[in-house]
Nanobody
């Protein structure tokens, strides 16, 4: 069982920045595919960014160029640096993990077996 704990959400003005962190349990974190998804009020959850076990990254068009996903395997942690935030970025952000040996790349939430509790990000105009 993999447990994920997110932190770093909050309230920020448009144009500002936040960094989300997600720390995972487990001894084989380096083999996990990791992703960040988000769910805005009244909308379905959507993909934001992902990073493979080999540190390949991919972003949705809505965050590309503004968000950066990274990982520190020594700390079992994945980060989402969010810059130039917009009011439309307001959502609950979820960290997701594929789990041990998930050496694949996917934006589908169905591929991710483990989820954090979510952290609220609110961007004011």
């Amino acid at each position: 069982q993999v447990q994920l704990v997110e932190s770093g959400g909050g309230l920020v003005q448009a144009g500002g920045s936040l960094r989300l962190s997600c720390t995972a349990s487990g001894r084989t974190f380096s083999s996990y595919a990791m992703g960040w998804f988000r769910q805005a009020p009244g909308k379905e959850r959507e993909f934001a960014a992902r990073i493979t076990s080999s540190a390949g990254t991919y972003y949705s068009d809505s965050v590309k160029g503004r968000f950066t996903i990274s990982r520190d395997n020594a700390k079992n942690t994945v980060y989402l640096q969010m810059n130039s935030l917009k009011p439309e970025d307001t959502a609950v952000y979820y960290c997701a993990a594929g789990g041990p040996g998930s050496r694949w790349s996917s934006s589908s939430e169905m591929r991710y077996n483990y989820w954090g509790q979510g952290t609220q990000v609110t961007v004011s105009s």
